[in-house]
């Protein structure tokens, strides 16, 4: 018991010090990224690469004045940031980062926890982040936070319908079970989820986009109407927590589409491989090979987020509700039944 609580000690550690390393340089490869569609340099200054970039805007953040505004409030308008950062982190202790490492005959899996119905807790979990956004624009008591909060709220309840119907068609192909570890086991020895839902991967994507307020569905901050958004009345800290938690949850996104449509730590030849280089099932090398693929598909993932902020103009509120339910919820729909039919020819449930 005691090396289990050590071990699960140190896979949390690791994992809360790689979300915010990934939070930290998001930053400083957005503004690359967004340097190279535009043909320019990007941060360059601080240090080589401008690679130093990310630790002078936190210590920017971390030293500037607090200001707190005298009509908020004060206890909530404190809570709200802390509440969203500490959920975007919960998400993430189902990832399946590799497969289980063999240590004195006991396998390890590289996962903080694997529950049953751990789909149904990630979208708990996704769903109280909202809380955060909606107390935080509230206890401002400012007419642009607030109205940044309402429309956050009514972009996740719209799209985390569609959202959650393509994940039960999901959850049919991969035999019923709610664990993300099995999900991604089971693409092991087959093709990714990919290959049997395209349309849903394709859903999922734009919801994804939509949860995290990524453009072109960043209607909760919109600058040239809503000042910042909810967040307008945030300074130096608690301003930083926001902003780290939409890239915490951007990078927890793209690796629960890379887990879920894409194999997560498997790859084609993945078995040959491991055979040609006389690698036994538990084998440390194994799943530091499998962390690497996975976490190479989760950031491209998020260059895609990225590179879709810098090419798609932002919505109209309209069309970004007219899309959630007037477009993806009847395919969402669509997409179920054409998975229950196919399952059902199939022989893998009945009716």
Partial sequence: ????????????????????????????????????????????????????????DGGKMLFKEEIIPNVSNKFLFVLAPALFIVTAIMAGVLIPWGPPVKIDETFYALQVSDINVGIIFLLGVTSIGVYGIMIGGWASNNKYSLLGAIRASAQMISYELAMGIALIALIITAGGTLSFSEIVAAQDKGFANIVWQPLGFIIFFICALAETNRAPFDLAECETELVGGYHTEYSAFKLGLFLFAEYINMFVSSAVMAGFYFGG?????AHELYQAMGLQEGSWIISLIGFGSYFTKTLIFISVFMWIRWTIPRFRYDQLMNLGWKSLLPLSLLNLLITVIVEYFKGNINL
């Fill in 1 to 56: 018991m005691l090396e289990f609580i050590i071990y699960k000690s140190i896979i949390c550690a690791i994992i809360f010090a790689v979300s915010l390393g990934i939070a930290a340089y998001s930053t400083w490869w957005e503004r690359k990224f967004a340097g190279l569609l535009q043909d320019r340099w990007g941060p360059s200054r601080a240090g080589i690469w401008g690679l130093l970039q990310p630790l002078a």
């Fill in 265 to 269: 730590y498997n790859f084609p030849f």
